[in-house]
């Protein structure tokens, strides 16, 4: 399993939602006659909060069939672990445990470790401790309100991923008032999973899209990299700012644009500074993480932290990592609030056409 390298320095905490990703390959139903070649094999269905899709090629329906099942069966699986609402997820018996141990998967002790790593990373921008203001705000709620001043105020004062205390298979919050939240980095992981289980199964060809978060596997079909596109903040998912060519890698988004709601006149966006307990205010509006295969997970937290950093200091931290991991092929591009786009030497973003 890829491990993330540690890096010490850059300000404090995050908060946990992604933006979307357009992929630009059509998503349609699983086609079932036989006979292998070209042709392209996707299931969509809705998990994880969000529209998943799985598409692969180089297979005959049938076995594509038993694959695609195969991957959403593990996507409702890793959702019935990771999940902070869902009754009975390990998360939830974690938030719930009044500070006593409780015994997880496997899996979920991977995704904490990781989450716990990036928030090293970002010298504690990243902190999955942001249940509580994650709850508190409600953005995916049907009627979201700025919550009151004092009741932000007390849950902040337990948002640090120090509370979080792993002994082997055993989780326990050290602050029972802290809650954990994943959203910033579970689509990462689960995404890395699932290339690693479609690897198994002998699948060459393939791309994985959790709302968002993107991994491919080798080519598309006549040996074409997948085209990802980058999706222009508040265009509804109508517009890309361009899009970029991608095989074996991975592509996260993260933005401010995606949920929110407006009160009194002030627009709210999902994105929150755990350090305030409000939403992040900072010159960018969205941040690309684009990084080899395998790497979704740290993909998925870097961007959130990018975002809340703000354009300087991301831009400091992604070049620091660059040097640090020249493996992993980290590319970055980031649009501030003036729509501007600012990208790496490495990141090719193809204008739309």
Not at 103 to 124: F, H, K, N
Not at 172 to 185: F, M, Q, V
Not at 291 to 306: E, I, M, Q, R
Not at 334 to 351: L, R, S, W, Y
Request: charged share 25%.
């Amino acid at each position: 399993m890829k491990r993330f390298g540690k890096i010490a320095g850059y300000i404090r905490r995050s908060a946990l939602l992604k933006a979307s990703v357009l992929i630009m390959i059509p998503v349609f139903a699983i086609i079932t006659q036989t006979g292998c070649g070209d042709k392209e094999f996707s299931e969509t269905g809705f998990a994880l909060n969000t529209t998943c899709t799985v598409t692969v090629s180089g297979l005959s329906g049938s076995e594509a069939d038993e694959v695609l099942d195969e991957a959403f069966d593990a996507i409702y699986g890793y959702e019935e672990l990771f999940s902070r609402t869902m009754e009975g997820s390990d998360i939830y018996r974690i938030n719930h445990g009044d500070g006593s141990p409780v015994e997880v998967s496997d899996d979920t002790i991977a995704v904490l470790e990781q989450a716990l790593e990036m928030g090293d990373i970002s010298g504690g921008k990243f902190d999955i401790t942001v249940g509580r203001l994650v709850e508190m705000w409600d953005f995916q709620g049907e009627d979201p309100t700025v919550p009151p001043a004092d009741d932000i105020a007390e849950a902040v004062m337990s948002v640090d991923q120090s509370n979080v205390e792993i002994d082997g298979n055993m989780v326990r919050l050290t602050d029972p008032g802290a809650e954990i939240d994943l959203g910033g980095i579970a689509k990462g992981y689960i995404a890395d999973r699932l290339c690693e289980l479609l690897e198994e199964r002998g699948v060459e060809s393939a791309v994985i899209n959790l709302g968002g978060n993107v991994e491919t596997m080798g080519s598309k079909a006549g040996g074409k990299p997948w085209t990802v596109g980058i999706e222009r903040p508040y265009s509804d998912r109508s517009e890309i700012m361009g899009s970029v060519e991608l095989s074996d890698g991975t592509l996260v988004t993260s933005g401010i644009y995606e949920r929110n709601f407006e009160e009194d006149g002030v627009l709210y966006h999902h994105v929150l500074d755990p350090d305030t307990g409000y939403p992040a205010d900072t010159d960018l509006e969205s941040v690309t993480i684009m990084a080899a295969g395998g790497n979704s997970a740290f993909c998925d937290g870097l961007s959130t932290t990018c975002l809340l950093l703000g354009k300087d200091r991301a831009t400091e931290l992604v070049e620091e990592l660059r040097r640090e991991h020249p493996d992993m092929g980290i590319e970055a591009a980031f649009i501030d609030k003036d729509g501007e786009m600012v990208q790496t030497v490495g990141m090719e973003i193809a204008p739309p056409k």
